[in-house]
C-alpha cells in the first residue's frame, strides 16, 4: 500500500493499482492522517478540521468516514480484527504506514539525508521528480492544508536550491539552466536562487549571461525593495568576472550555506512546533544556520539568525543541553560583537535567546545569575520598542527565569496571563498557547483545577488551528494529574485509573521530541500517585528516575526495607535544582527525612517550603502531583 498527497490525494495497491477512497471528505480524512506523520489526531482536531461549523451528527460522520477508508485500504481484514492501516489511538486515529510508502515522508526523509551528506542527492532529485502538483492539491482550502501546503512548499523549494547548489559545488549543474530561470521567475525574491541561475549559467560557458543574470537580481532588489544584493551575490560576481567556468567558487562552499542561514532558520522554527522527529531536526538545523552565520563574519546576520528561533518554550529542563550551551555561547559572542549601541531590537532578541536557552535546571549559580539577568535585559528593551511579538518572546525567557525559589505561582501566573494578552491582541497564536499553558501549570500549582482544565481545552482548541500537536502531549498527562489528584477524594476514579492515564500520557511523550521533559517523568509521576495513598515508592528495576533519582532513591531503598541506606542517600541528595518540580524534590526531601527521624534534614526542607504551602507539590509542572505541599511540611515540623 502506497499513499501519495504530493498533488491529488491517492492511494495505490502494491501493484500500482488506485484505490477507490471515496468522496472529498473521505480523501480529506485520509490527508489529515497523513501530515500527522503518524501521530494520533483527536476525534475533535479531525471535525474542527473537516467542518468550521461542524454538524450535530458531525462525529458519527467522521467514523462512517474512517469505517469506509478502513474497508477501502484494508480489503481483505478479516471481520472484528484490528485494522492496522487507520488504528484508533486514545481519542482519535492514526496513520500506521512505514514512512517510505507515503510521499511526502519519503520526500522529508531524502531532504534531511541530504542536508546530513550531499552524496544522497540522487535521491532528493527522485523525491523532487515525484511531486505531481501542489501538495493535497484536491484538499479544501481549510486552515490545516493551507499551513501544510505552505510548509511543503518552502521544503520543496529548498531542496530544489540544496540539489542544485550541491550540484554545482561537485562540477556538475551545467543543465540546471532552465530548472532554475523557471525557479527564479517563479520566486523572484529568493536570493541565493539567483546565485545558483548565474552559477549554473556560468557553468554551461555563458558568462555574460551569468553576469547579466546578477545585475538583474540587483536592480530588482534594489528598485522594488530598497534592499542591497547580499554580500555572497556581490563575491560570486567577482568570481564569476574572474575566474574560469570549472571549479566552485569560494562564496558558496562549506554545510549550509548553499540553503542560506536566514532559510534554514526559518523551516527549523517552523518544525519545531510540529514535535517528533522535526523537532529533534529543527534543533540540529537550526545550530548548522547560527554556524553559518557565524562564518560569514556578519555580526548583524548572525543576530538575526540567532532571535529568529523564538519558538515558545515551556519546560525548565533542556531537551539538549549542549546544544543549548552553544547557542548561548554564540548569542553572547554576537552581543560582544555588538557592542551596546547594536541596533536595540537585535540585543534584545539575542538577550531573551540567553534567557530561553538558559534552561536552570541545567545552570551553575552564575549561569543562572547572567540568564536571569538577560531575561530583565531583554524584557526592557522590549518594552521599550513596544513590540508585542518581541515582548512575549522575552517574556517567555522571564518565565523560565522564574523559578528561583518554591512558591511563585502566582507570579508565573501573572507573566502567563502577560503573554496570553499581548499574543490574543497581536495575532500571535503560538504565544497565545504558550500562555495558556504557563496559566494551566500556575492554576495547577494552586489546587485549582477547574481553572487548570480551562486553559488546558483553550489551549488544544489553539493548538488544532496553529497545528502544534505537542499540547495534546502534554493536556493528556494534566488529565491524569487531575485524576490522580481525585482518586483521593470519596467516590473518586481508582489510582489504578490514574496510572492507566499517566502510561498513556507517557507512551505519547515518548516520541514527543522531548527528553528534556520525558526522561524520569513517568516514574515520579507514579511515586506521587503512591504518596498520594500513603504507599511505597514503585520499585521496578526498568524504571528510568533520570534527574529526579538523588530525591526518588531514599524512597526506592525504604520500599526495600533498606533504611540506613536510605538514610545515606538522603544525606548525599544535592539541593534540588530551580525548575518546575523544585517543590516536588523539597516535598520528596521532606518526606524522607520525617520518616527516617532526621530532624535537621526535614527542617530545612520545610523552611525552605514555606511561601509554597498553599500550592501542590510536582502539580507547578502541569503534569504530575504529589499531594499538597502542606501536608509534607506538617509531617517534617512535628
Same mark, same amino acid.
Given at each position: 500500500?502506497?499513499?501519495d ?26 490527508a ?7 501521530r494520533m489526531?483527536?476525534?475533535g482536531t ?9 454538524p ?29 492501516v487507520?488504528?484508533t ?13 507515503v ?9 534531511a539525508r ?18 505531481r502538483g ?21 521544503l520543496?523549494?529548498?531542496?530544489l ?21 523557471a525557479?527564479?521567475?517563479e520566486?523572484p525574491?529568493r536570493?541565493?536562487?539567483?546565485g545558483?541561475?548565474?552559477?549554473a549559467l ?10 547579466a543574470?546578477l545585475?538583474? =537580481?540587483? /536592480?530588482? %532588489?534594489?528598485?522594488?525593495?530598497g534592499?542591497? +544584493? $547580499?554580500?555572497?551575490?556581490q *563575491? #560570486?560576481e &567577482?568570481? @564569476?568576472?574572474t575566474?574560469p567556468?570549472?571549479?566552485?567558487p569560494?562564496a ?11 532559510t534554514?532558520?526559518d523551516?527549523a522554527?517552523?518544525?519545531a512546533?510540529?514535535?517528533g522527529d522535526?523537532?529533534?531536526?529543527s ?13 560569514t563574519g556578519d555580526?548583524?546576520?548572525t543576530?538575526?539568525i540567532?532571535?529568529?528561533y523564538?519558538?515558545?518554550?515551556i519546560w525548565?529542563r ?12 554564540? =548569542?553572547? /559572542?554576537? %552581543?560582544?560583537?555588538?557592542g551596546p549601541?547594536? +541596533? $536595540?531590537?537585535?540585543?534584545? *532578541? #539575542?538577550? &531573551?535567546? @540567553?534567557a ?15 540568564a ?5 535585559q ?9 513590540d ?5 518572546f522575552?517574556?517567555?525567557g ?8 518554591p512558591?511563585?505561582?502566582?507570579t ?9 494578552d499581548?499574543a ?13 499553558l ?5 492554576a495547577s =500549582?494552586?489546587?485549582? %483545577?477547574d481553572?487548570a482544565a480551562?486553559?488546558?481545552? $483553550?489551549?488544544?482548541?489553539l ?5 502544534a500537536?505537542?499540547?495534546?502531549v ?5 488529565r491524569?494529574?487531575?485524576?490522580a ?5 470519596p ?7 490514574a496510572?492507566a492515564?499517566?502510561?498513556?500520557a ?8 522531548m ?17 498520594l495513598?500513603d ?7 526498568h524504571l528510568?528516575?533520570?534527574?529526579y533519582?538523588p ?5 526506592v531503598?525504604? =520500599? ?11 544525606? $548525599?541528595?544535592?539541593?534540588p ?8 524534590m523539597?516535598?520528596?526531601t521532606?518526606?524522607?527525612a ?5 530532624r535537621?534534614?526535614a527542617t530545612?526542607a520545610a ?7 498553599g ?7 502541569g ?6 505541599v ?7 515540623e512535628?
Amino acid at each position: 500500500m502506497r499513499i501519495d498527497v504530493l498533488g491529488a490525494v491517492r492511494a495505490l495497491r502494491d501493484d500500482g493499482t488506485p484505490v477507490d477512497l471515496g468522496g472529498p471528505r473521505h480523501r480529506e480524512v485520509l490527508a489529515r492522517l497523513v501530515a500527522a506523520e503518524g501521530r494520533m489526531v483527536t476525534t475533535g482536531t479531525l471535525v474542527g478540521d473537516l467542518w468550521p461549523e461542524p454538524p450535530a451528527r458531525a462525529v458519527g460522520a467522521l467514523r462512517t468516514f474512517v469505517a469506509a477508508l478502513r474497508r477501502a485500504l484494508e480489503p481483505e481484514r478479516p471481520p472484528r480484527t484490528p485494522p492496522r492501516v487507520i488504528v484508533t489511538e486514545g481519542p482519535g486515529y492514526a496513520l500506521r504506514l512505514p514512512r517510505e510508502n507515503v510521499d511526502v515522508l519519503r520526500f522529508e526523509d531524502a531532504l534531511a539525508r541530504t542536508r546530513r551528506s550531499p552524496a544522497a542527492v540522487s535521491d532528493l532529485g527522485v523525491a523532487l521528480a515525484a511531486w505531481r502538483g501542489p501538495a493535497y492539491a484536491d484538499v479544501p482550502d481549510s486552515p490545516w492544508a493551507q499551513r501544510e501546503r505552505t510548509r511543503l512548499e518552502e521544503l520543496r523549494l529548498a531542496a530544489l536550491e540544496l540539489r542544485a547548489g550541491i550540484l554545482l559545488d561537485a562540477g556538475e549543474g551545467a543543465d540546471l539552466v532552465a530548472e532554475l530561470g523557471a525557479h527564479v521567475a517563479e520566486h523572484p525574491w529568493r536570493e541565493p536562487a539567483w546565485g545558483l541561475l548565474a552559477r549554473a549559467l556560468h557553468r554551461a560557458g555563458r558568462q555574460a549571461d551569468a553576469l547579466a543574470t546578477l545585475r538583474r =537580481a540587483r /536592480r530588482m %532588489l534594489v528598485d522594488q525593495l530598497g534592499l542591497d +544584493p $547580499a554580500a555572497d551575490l556581490q *563575491r #560570486l560576481e &567577482a568570481d @564569476i568576472l574572474t575566474g574560469p567556468a570549472t571549479g566552485t567558487p569560494a562564496a558558496w562552499t562549506g554545510p549550509g550555506v548553499r540553503l542560506g542561514p536566514r532559510t534554514t532558520v526559518d523551516l527549523a522554527r517552523t518544525l519545531a512546533l510540529a514535535g517528533g522527529d522535526a523537532l529533534v531536526h529543527s534543533r540540529r538545523d537550526r545550530l548548522t544556520a547560527i554556524q553559518a552565520a557565524e562564518r560569514t563574519g556578519d555580526r548583524h546576520l548572525t543576530a538575526r539568525i540567532i532571535g529568529a528561533y523564538d519558538v515558545p518554550a515551556i519546560w525548565s529542563r533542556a531537551d539538549d543541553p549542549g546544544q543549548s550551551r552553544a547557542v548561548v555561547a554564540a =548569542a553572547e /559572542r554576537t %552581543l560582544i560583537a555588538l557592542g551596546p549601541d547594536g +541596533p $536595540a531590537d537585535l540585543r534584545a *532578541r #539575542l538577550l &531573551a535567546t @540567553i534567557a530561553v536557552e538558559s534552561r536552570s535546571a541545567d545552570l551553575a549559580a552564575d549561569e543562572l545569575s547572567r540568564a536571569r539577568q538577560a531575561a530583565r535585559q531583554a524584557e526592557a528593551l522590549a518594552r521599550e520598542l513596544a513590540d508585542p511579538a518581541l515582548l512575549a518572546f522575552a517574556l517567555n525567557g522571564v518565565f523560565l527565569q522564574s523559578f528561583t525559589r518554591p512558591g511563585l505561582a502566582a507570579t508565573r501566573d501573572e507573566i502567563g496571563a502577560e503573554i496570553l494578552d499581548l499574543a490574543t491582541a497581536n495575532d500571535l497564536p503560538n504565544f497565545a498557547v504558550l500562555g495558556r499553558l504557563v496559566r494551566l501549570q500556575s492554576a495547577s =500549582a494552586r489546587g485549582d %483545577l477547574d481553572t487548570a482544565a480551562a486553559h488546558a481545552t $483553550a489551549a488544544e482548541e489553539l493548538a488544532a488551528t496553529t497545528e502544534a500537536p505537542l499540547v495534546a502531549v502534554l493536556t493528556a498527562w494534566f488529565r491524569a494529574r487531575v485524576t490522580a489528584a481525585r482518586s483521593t477524594e470519596p467516590g473518586g476514579p481508582a489510582p489504578a485509573a490514574a496510572a492507566a492515564q499517566y502510561r498513556a500520557a507517557e507512551e505519547a511523550l515518548r516520541t514527543a521530541g522531548m527528553p528534556g521533559l520525558h526522561r524520569g517523568l513517568f516514574p515520579l509521576a507514579l511515586l506521587g500517585l503512591r504518596l498520594l495513598h500513603d504507599r511505597a515508592a514503585p520499585t521496578g528495576q526498568h524504571l528510568d528516575w533520570g534527574p529526579y533519582l538523588p530525591w526518588a532513591r531514599p524512597h526506592v531503598l525504604l =520500599a526495600h526495607g533498606r533504611a540506613e541506606e536510605a538514610r545515606a542517600a538522603l544525606v $548525599a541528595a544535592p539541593v534540588p535544582p530551580h525548575d518546575h518540580l523544585q517543590e516536588a524534590m523539597w516535598c520528596l526531601t521532606a518526606h524522607a527525612a520525617a520518616h527516617l527521624g532526621e530532624r535537621g534534614v526535614a527542617t530545612r526542607a520545610a523552611t525552605v517550603l514555606r511561601d509554597a504551602r498553599g500550592e501542590d507539590a510536582g502539580a507547578a509542572s502541569g503534569l504530575l502531583t504529589l499531594g499538597p505541599v502542606a501536608r509534607y511540611t506538617a509531617n517534617a515540623e512535628v
